[in-house]
């Protein structure tokens, strides 16, 4: 029962706060270049970048980063601590697909991609395409993965 209510419980936060609640403004290329940014900073800076990492927003101050290990559990969330020390493998999209397994997947081959999964989006309040990209890192000697995303992205587009 426990482990139920504790896959419930990230399920509503992640429903609540979305992995990037990004505008309409945001595009494909500032997420990137923002996940690019904190894999360089991760691997200079190791573990310790967590603290600017926890104040870094893009897109009009409403994107963020994000970090897992290769096994799916989540090291790092600005938004949602609750999510971090637990296996994300097992959280669903509004369709049924596995979005942090797909994620951990590209992470470890070929190292970096997008990844569509049809999330909440809390401008809108609807369940909408959303685009993450997620790339592959070493921090402190080890493999993990970042990742942002943003929503308005088409399927087509989400490549």
Known sequence: M??????????????????ASLNAECTKDEVMKAVNYAADLLEKEGQAAFAELDKFRFCSGEGYVFIYDMNAVCLFHPISAILVGKDQTMIQDAKGNYLV????????????????????????????????????????????????????ISEEECK
């Not at 426990?2 to 992995?19: H, M, Y």
């Open 2 to 19: 426990r482990k139920w209510l504790v896959l419930f419980v990230a399920v509503a936060v992640l429903i609540v706060a979305g992995s």
């Open 101 to 152: 397994a797909e994620m951990n997947s590209k992470a470890k081959d070929p190292g970096h991609g997008w990844v569509l999964y049809y999330w909440l989006n809390p401008v809108t309040n609807t369940v909408d395409p959303k685009c993450t990209y997620v790339k592959r890192c070493r921090m402190d000697g080890r493999d993990v993965w970042v990742a942002s995303g943003v929503y308005g």
